[in-house]
């Protein structure tokens, strides 16, 4: 067996780099109310997460495990990019390899099927690329380094490999995002969370200018990322990526989907997307101001004024352009 470094080497970055994290020392890590095309990367923050090995499972390699000197050390504290509404995919990272023969999984399970092979004729000869990564809670260790993460690699090979693999001094990559589910792929990212949190994100804006509310505007940005007019700021409630999607872009069947007026509950979506950004409008409907249903709260960014929280009748009047759509995330 090769290494892609030296075993000194390895050890010794097994027994500093961890030693590091603990201390406290982490990886690194317009237009008009219908908004534009963009969508930029979400406002975050970075939160360490700290990776640790469990009971003892079978190789990800093809070739039976050497015990060496390679150590395995503390576990080093993952930082991962995480929300207000939890983690969420990160751009992906690459990595070197050591060794040779590596399998690379169909899920992230050492037990299925292999979809190719890393190293197949000489050590640390590929480069992966992670987009995401799995704690199985099953360990896997090779020539002294243990680990219970499973990455999602893109390239060379599409699948899943052992981060015992990886020539890093880690148990888990870092500052890639950790996401459930064992063996199962990822949903692919959806806006929102619970209808709560996108209330409360939407009420921020009314107090975010120094206690006052964010003022409109078809082709500034707030601090938060996202564009200061109607469809930006229902975005931002959302935790669509910055600086959010246009209002058109908002009925889309991937962010939303078409309800019945009666049937509006908080959090869900009022929609006027014909005509141009100074015609079109959306406002996030609160709750009902009557058993009737004549009326609404609703909170929305309008022109001239900023955010606002107010009672409304859009969609209420006969031939109304306003149309009622729920968020796809809503599971409450």
Not at 80 to 99: I, M, N, Y
Not at 143 to 148: L, V
Not at 252 to 269: E, M, Q, Y
Not at 280 to 299: G, I, L, P, Q
């Amino acid at each position: 067996m090769t290494h892609s470094i030296s075993r000194n080497r390895r050890t010794l970055l097994r027994k500093v780099l961890p030693a590091i994290a603990a201390a406290g020392i982490g990886a690194t890590g317009l237009v008009g109310c219908s908004g534009g095309d963009g969508t930029a990367g979400h406002d975050t923050d970075k939160a360490a997460k700290a990776g640790k090995v469990a009971e003892k499972g079978a190789t990800s390699r093809d070739t039976s495990a050497k015990s060496s000197d390679r150590g395995g050390g503390a576990a080093l504290k993952l930082k991962t990019t995480t929300g207000e509404f939890g983690t969420k995919a990160a751009a992906t990272a690459d990595f070197p390899t050591w060794g040779t023969r590596w399998v690379v999984h169909q899920t992230a399970d050492t037990s299925s099927p292999s979809v190719g092979m890393l190293n197949k004729t000489a050590p640390g000869q590929d480069r992966i690329t992670a987009d995401f990564q799995v704690d199985t809670g099953k360990k896997v260790c090779e020539d002294g380094a243990c680990s219970t993460y499973m990455a999602h690699i893109t390239g060379p090979v599409n699948g899943f490999v052992s981060v015992v693999a990886v020539d890093i001094p880690q148990d888990s990559l870092p500052g890639v995002p950790v996401q459930n589910g064992g063996g199962e792929p990822p949903r692919p990212p959806q806006p929102g969370g619970s209808r709560a949190e996108a209330l409360q994100r939407a009420a921020t804006w009314l107090t975010a200018d120094n206690g006052g509310r964010v003022p409109y505007s078809q082709a500034k940005v707030w601090k938060d990322g996202y564009r200061q007019d109607c469809s930006g700021y229902v975005s931002m409630a959302l935790g669509l990526q910055a600086p959010g999607t246009n209002t058109v872009g908002l009925t889309g069947s991937s962010i939303t989907k078409p309800i019945a007026v009666n049937d509006l509950r908080p959090g869900d979506l009022l929609i006027d997307a014909s005509g141009n950004n100074n015609t079109r409008h959306v406002v996030m409907f609160e709750k009902w101001n009557d058993a009737a249903h004549t009326s609404y709260t609703s909170y929305e960014q309008r022109g001239d004024f900023g955010t606002d929280h107010a009672t409304r009748r859009y969609g209420l009047e006969p031939g109304s352009e306003y149309k009622p759509y729920r968020p796809l995330k809503f599971t409450d």
